[in-house]
């Protein structure tokens, strides 16, 4: 028997600023190529979650910004190990062990940071030489290297 992981976001949505839509869209294809290398919207968002974290951004104002619903966080039960990862990254934002029980507030943690990393994310995909997936790996490598 398959071992299910309770999804506390199941029926959390996921807001983004609105205007970065347009960019996350044109990021994310049908299919995965160099010019869309995310397959899906909440790849490029929880990859924007791990810059800010990464970069220690200060977490963005979304319930006084003009937002969207990207989908709901029903879409980690496909990918599990992310529901603890934004638990611990709540957990360690607030210094608190009892977020673990308010998976509306770890959203609104998880989602203010997004919008302050997507920025980055957003450049990096468009800043270098390159297509869009090669311009992301580089800066990548850079600011992990600059930030260790």
Same mark, same amino acid.
């Given at each position: 028997m398959a071992d299910r992981q309770h999804? $506390?976001?199941?029926?959390? %949505?996921?807001? !983004? $600023?609105?205007?970065?839509?347009? &960019? /996350?869209? #044109?990021y994310n294809e049908d299919r995965v190529s160099d010019d869309a290398p995310f397959a899906r919207q909440v790849d490029i968002w929880f990859?924007?979650?791990? !810059? @800010? !974290?990464r970069l220690e951004l200060a977490p963005a104002d979304l319930p006084n910004r003009k937002t969207y619903k990207m989908i709901t966080g029903a879409i980690f039960?496909? %990918? $599990?190990?992310r529901i603890q990862a934004?638990?611990? /990254?709540?957990m360690s934002r607030t210094? %608190?062990?009892?977020?673990?029980? &308010? $998976? #509306? #507030?770890?959203?609104?943690i998880a989602s203010d940071l997004a919008a302050a990393g997507l920025p980055h994310v957003l450049q990096m995909l468009r800043d270098g030489d390159g297509d869009p /997936?090669?311009?992301?790996?580089?800066?990548? &490598?850079?600011?992990? #290297?600059?930030? @260790?």
């Open positions: 999804n $506390p976001f199941a029926n959390i %949505d996921i807001m !983004v $600023p609105f205007e970065f839509q347009d &960019e /996350i869209k #044109r990859l924007a979650l791990c !810059v @800010a !974290v039960a496909s %990918d $599990p190990w934004l638990t611990l /990254i709540a210094d %608190d062990i009892k977020i673990a029980a &308010e $998976p #509306r #507030r770890i959203m609104s /997936i090669w311009n992301l790996s580089d800066n990548l &490598e850079e600011m992990l #290297r600059k930030a @260790a």
